[in-house]
């Protein structure tokens, strides 16, 4: 049995940008692990979205449901279309996880564009504040979780995990618009956390440092559909992986265990963090 496992998580868990081989895969199948037994998963890219889902059906058969709902999470009418589904078929939601993010264009603010600007901020603040609107507006409305912990009952109402960046903590070049669209849901996090509390819902950010995904890595992207545009540009990071003390890159799966953490009682009185998990790379 891993870490993972011994965590137990009932209740429904939504993770956006569930599809391919990074965080929020490995997020959504921590997830199941952990013993959550009503799953709702959310990408932009179709295939891989679907390559998730019949992986962790065959991986847990019908103690697992899952809806499984591509989509573009920059768009309002596929928010409210998620969202319906989800209070539909669940009729609650007690973890969010906001993953879904693209890396940008990897340019100066003189050499960026406002397309570039919308693109980026579209999905990973904009996005992130839109899916976050709608988890507080189903977890304020619904009964609160008692889980047994130390010392006691630990109450909650819901707990939301946002994706933020090393990078929404610290600057790099050539990623004006892609650090301020991370410090962005930073901020976000913050506010909503303060806002949230008496309703018993925390909300916390987890802010990962060179994750070895389809972001970082150009051989782990999926084949793009025929006229699908790439969303992402391959970066040289080798120079940043070395600035961490640790001088590695992380794994998603090393990601998902603190958001496992997060989401859980055992985070009952983390609240409005920004929980960096880098390697050491802010620190040098």
């Not at 564009?113 to 904009?126: A, L, M, P, T």
């Not at 839109?130 to 304020?140: A, Q």
């Not at 047994?148 to 939301?160: H, L, N």
């Not at 051989?219 to 006229?227: N, Y």
């Given at each position: 049995m891993t870490a993972l496992a011994q965590t137990d998580l009932p209740g429904v868990a939504l993770v956006t940008g569930a599809g391919g081989t990074g965080i929020g895969a490995a997020v959504a199948r921590a997830f199941a692990q952990a013993g959550c037994t009503k799953l709702v998963i959310t990408d932009f890219n179709v295939n891989t979205l679907a390559d998730i889902t019949q992986s962790l059906q065959a991986s847990h058969g019908p103690s697992l449901t899952i809806l499984s709902v591509p989509g573009d999470i920059s768009s309002p009418p596929f928010i409210d279309d998620l969202f319906a589904q989800i209070q539909g078929t669940f009729g609650r939601l007690d973890y969010a996880v906001n993953c879904a993010g693209i890396s940008g264009n990897n340019a100066s603010s003189d050499l960026s564009?406002?397309?570039?600007?919308?693109?980026?901020?579209?999905?990973?603040?904009?996005?992130?504040?839109?899916?976050?609107?709608?988890?507080?507006?189903?977890?304020?409305?619904?009964?609160?979780l008692e889980?047994?912990?130390?010392?006691?009952?630990?109450?909650?109402?819901?707990?939301?995990?946002n994706i933020a960046s090393q990078l929404g903590v610290v600057g790099r070049s050539d990623a004006p618009i892609y650090c301020a669209s991370k410090s962005a849901v930073i901020g976000l996090t913050r506010c909503d956390a303060i806002d949230a509390s008496p309703h018993l819902i925390r909300v916390n950010?987890?802010?990962?440092?060179?994750?070895r995904?389809?972001?970082?890595?150009?051989?782990?992207?999926?084949?793009?559909?025929?006229?699908?545009?790439?969303?992402q540009k391959p970066m040289e990071l080798t120079k940043e992986i070395n600035i961490a003390p640790m001088g590695r890159m992380g794994t998603p799966e090393e990601i998902a265990d603190v958001v496992l953490f997060l989401v859980s009682e055992k985070a009952s009185f983390v609240q409005g963090a920004a929980w960096v998990a880098d390697g050491g790379y802010t620190i040098n």
């Open positions: 564009s406002v397309e570039d600007f919308d693109r980026i901020n579209g999905v990973n603040y904009r996005g992130v504040w839109m899916c976050s609107k709608k988890e507080l507006e189903i977890m304020k409305k619904q009964d609160i889980r047994e912990g130390f010392g006691g009952v630990r109450k909650q109402r819901g707990s939301i995990v950010a987890v802010c990962p440092g060179i994750i995904t389809a972001m970082t890595d150009h051989s782990l992207r999926p084949p793009l559909a025929e006229g699908e545009k790439d969303m």
